[in-house]
């Protein structure tokens, strides 16, 4: 059983919308979504640190993308709005263990140690 499988990738012109989601099958208070295009280094699209639901998206993101965290359903979501070319992307959900709050907020994937195996994001121009 993996840790964390996400769903919800696809192919969307510019301007478009996707939907990805997580389930999550570890205990944490820490989890977020990362991306990696081809040629490019892994970097992060937005955490929440689950105990006091405090949020932080990469700037490239922000006012476009939304991370939400259902506990009851152990799912998290990306609502991905007004995508871009660049946004075209492998998503990855990840998690990390440990109540170290900052240490989830600096959004580094090195920091996360569970990890789903990715959905493709392709966005059209």
């Known amino acids: 059983l993996d840790d964390l499988v996400e769903s919800g990738g696809g192919t969307v012109q510019a301007g478009g919308s996707l939907t990805l989601s997580c389930d999550v099958y570890v205990t944490t208070n820490c989890m977020g979504w990362f991306r990696q295009a081809p040629g490019k280094e892994r970097e992060d699209v937005a955490v929440?640190?689950?105990?006091?639901?405090?949020?932080e998206y990469n700037k490239d993101v922000k006012e476009r993308f939304t991370i939400f965290q259902d506990s009851r359903e152990n799912t998290m979501t990306l609502q991905m709005n007004s995508l871009k070319p660049t946004d075209a992307a492998m998503y990855y959900c990840?998690?990390?263990?440990?109540?170290?709050?900052?240490?989830?907020?600096?959004?580094?994937?090195?920091?996360?140690?569970?990890w789903g195996q990715g959905t493709q994001v392709s966005v059209s121009p």
């Open positions: 929440i640190y689950t105990e006091d639901r405090t949020i």
């Open positions: 990840a998690a990390r263990l440990g109540r170290d709050r900052w240490a989830c907020l600096t959004r580094d994937p090195d920091r996360f140690a569970y």
